[in-house]
């Protein structure tokens, strides 16, 4: 996210930057979010081809992964969500993303609160995605929550947990609880050296941005 030092300026003005202030926070957890339902897609690939049994929903998913029409893929995978087992359950993931994708933030989490998943880097996707649903939704407390949820689940990982961190420390900023924030980008700092060799995001920098601001 970022943020401007603006000099003097009048009431209205002071206003309409603060509203888009609010929406450059939205866009920054949320493009965030890219980058792990992109790691959501890829273990699902991996995990559910390497681990389902031979069912109907085996073969029903399998049709929604060759299927080039969008909508149609979409309610190929509907379909393969109803019939349970682990490519149900892979089916139900693939409806939400493609829901959130849709901006359909509400139906989206109906599915995720619905799917069963024992991958542990599945789950902190999962919970990733729906934190990513609720800040769609103004429902920062319940993406918070998630969050939660979602670094518990990525149990140190350094591909997912820094990305969820992030995620948490622009909604503290949001909700000007900076001490929160600092903590956040303090964790990345200290806990995942190899994330900030990786990345492009320059943590350091806002991680002092929030220490100031929380008057550290």
Known sequence: METKEPKTQPTGQVAAQHEEGKKVNRKLITGIAVAVVAVVVIALGWYFINQSGANAADEAIGKADIEQNDSVALELYKEAATMGHKSGNRAKLM??????????????????????????????????????????????????????????????????????????????????????????????????????????????????????AAGK
């Not at 933030?105 to 024992?118: F, N, P, T």
């Not at 820094?162 to 956040?184: D, T, W």
Request: charge should be negative.
């Open 95 to 212: 409806v939400a993303i493609n829901l959130y994708q849709d901006g359909k933030y509400q139906e989206a989490l109906e599915y995720l609160e619905d799917a069963s998943i024992d991958d542990e880097v599945i789950a902190a996707g999962a919970y990733s995605l729906t934190g990513d649903c609720y800040v769609n939704l103004e429902k920062y407390d319940e993406a918070l929550n998630a969050y939660s949820k979602a670094l518990d689940k990525a149990e140190g990982n350094s591909m997912v947990a820094p990305l969820i961190l992030i995620k948490r420390a622009n909604i503290f900023r949001a909700q000007q609880n900076y001490a929160a924030e600092f903590e956040a980008y303090d964790a990345i700092v200290n806990q995942y050296p190899e994330f900030l060799r990786a990345s492009q995001f320059d943590v350091r920098k806002y991680r002092e941005r929030a220490r100031v």
